[in-house]
């Protein structure tokens, strides 16, 4: 009958480094090549390509943070709702039915078309609108006053 062959571990136990080198050998990161992605430039870069194609160089582009300024927008819907609260604060005026705000004032760069407009609104000091909104705004009798260019 075969008989199985000890594997040569076995015969190494009990000798101070079981052939893994000096007394530092088996033991942390060193003898595998580093932590973690280490050594996935080497021979694993075919495997790291494949598994991770962004893995190498840059991707895109950052603009600088001093040159970027974000956009404030605002839906018509939620300058709907607020109406109320906005002339409370005196950063919109009432007269008859009609509501006049000023965008400027409330730091709004850009109004955008998600909501229900149901109160004819008059805004004024707008920089950009969307197509959708100022339908909304107009089908319901407000008016937008964009600046000339």
């Known amino acids: 009958m075969y008989k199985r062959k000890e594997k040569r571990i076995r015969d190494l136990r009990g000798r101070r480094n079981a052939g893994y080198g000096d007394g530092a050998g088996h033991r942390a990161s060193g003898q595998r090549g580093g932590q973690g ?8 870069r075919i495997r790291t390509m494949k598994l991770d194609p962004h893995y190498f160089g840059k991707h895109g582009f950052k603009r600088p943070e001093g040159i970027v300024s974000p956009v404030k927008t605002i839906n018509v819907g939620d ?5 109320d609260r906005l002339v409370a604060r005196g950063l919109a005026t ?5 509501y006049t705000i000023d965008m400027g004032r409330l730091g709004v760069d850009k109004v955008l078309g998600s909501g229900k407009v149901a109160h004819k609104l008059n ?12 339908e909304k705004l107009t089908s319901v009798g407000g008016s937008v006053d964009l600046p000339e260019e």
């Open 37 to 44: 992605m280490a050594g996935s430039e080497k021979g694993d």
């Open 123 to 134: 805004l004024t000091g707008v920089k950009v609108i969307t197509s959708g909104a100022r």
């Open 94 to 98: 009432k007269s008859g039915t009609a």
């Open 79 to 83: 300058l709907d709702e607020a109406v």
